[in-house]
């Protein structure tokens, strides 16, 4: 991607025909990724798109087709894409305000950043980790080379080679049953997720003591070593390796306590893993929706069953 012409525009590759009420947009902010990696983020969240049409990113003349799509799950109504050195704080802070549900960071996006534009760079990172406080907008990390986004973020410590996410070959990973089943508890999405025929039958075992089963891996995924997590404390571990590796333990599925940040297994690499398009179509889906997302009809909800039983007076409820 190292060719291309950088202007400073933000730009749509796909956007839903369908006019609803869903707002709800992607912003892939990208460094200079590998074309196979780059293409693969593109498609995948094109696939997210509801009833999607695909537009020219003029920057190569290429289209992405959206990869399985699924209008009945679908939960995206656009996806955007901007280099990461053509985002300047002062011109896209609006935009990045009103305009997204998820920034998704790929590998490379915060690597090589010239001298004249470190300090330009790191404004916009200050307005990311705003946005991050507020709970305004989920944020998706896939891994992160040298100097990577989650680095600058304050996520991964110095240890980590320069900020660098490592991955992981393992053919089995641990699933922690009680942070899946803890995150569940809040959401319709993952409950469907937990109950999915697909992620039942790739659970191979079960440890009954500490509720961790083991299911498949088949490809390269993100595996971040729990050292180089800033405070391993603050995220929800639902896949890694600890059990198996306990001095070397690997995260591979990770989702902020407190923020509507995540890591997920896939990363960008082309795969036919089933199970990993299966996470992360899901789990995005929770992070967008669902996920310290604040909504009128939750509280609506509230209200209504409150009144219904009787325990609040001199209520007007309109609907």
């Not at 537009?55 to 209008?71: E, G, S």
């Not at 995206?76 to 997204?100: F, I, K, N």
């Not at 319709?188 to 937990?194: M, N």
């Not at 992070?287 to 609040?312: C, H, I, P, R, W």
Request: hydrophobic share 35%.
């Amino acid at each position: 991607m190292s060719s291309q012409q950088h202007t400073g525009q933000i730009y749509t590759i796909c956007q839903s025909r369908s006019i609803s009420r869903n707002k709800k947009k992607a912003l892939i902010i990208h460094g200079a990724e590998p074309d196979h990696f780059f293409q693969c983020a593109c498609e995948k969240f094109a696939g997210f798109v509801r009833d999607p049409q695909v537009f020219v990113w003029p920057p190569k003349n290429l289209t992405f087709q959206p990869h399985r799509p699924d209008d009945d799950f679908a939960f995206l109504s656009g996806v955007d894409l901007v280099y990461h050195l053509d985002l300047h704080p002062q011109v896209h802070a609006e935009c990045l305000r009103t305009q997204y549900s998820l920034i998704v960071f790929p590998l490379y996006a915060g690597c090589s950043i010239p001298l004249t534009q470190q300090q330009t760079f790191s404004k916009v990172m200050d307005l990311i980790r705003d946005l991050i406080v507020q709970k305004h907008v989920a944020v998706l990390f896939l891994r992160g080379s040298a100097n990577s986004v989650p680095h600058r973020l304050g996520y991964i410590c110095n240890g980590g080679e320069d900020g660098f996410v490592g991955y992981t070959t393992q053919k089995e990973l641990e699933l922690d049953m009680n942070e899946l089943s803890e995150l569940a508890m809040r959401s319709r999405v993952l409950s469907e997720f937990q109950n999915s025929k697909l992620f039942l039958d790739s659970i191979k075992q079960m440890h009954q003591i500490n509720n961790i089963g083991t299911i498949p891996n088949t490809s390269f995924i993100c595996g971040i070593p729990r050292a180089h997590l800033k405070n391993s404390s603050e995220w929800h571990l639902v896949i890694g390796t600890a059990l198996m590796h306990p001095n070397e333990a690997r995260e591979c599925l990770l989702i902020h306590r407190e923020y509507r940040c995540f890591f997920t297994p896939w990363y960008g690499m082309p795969t036919p893993d089933e199970l990993s398009h299966h996470i992360v179509k899901y789990f995005c889906k929770f992070m967008v929706e669902e996920y310290f997302v604040k909504t009128g009809d939750g509280f609506q909800a509230k209200l209504k069953s409150t009144y219904q039983n009787q325990q609040v007076t001199d209520l007007i409820i309109i609907c």
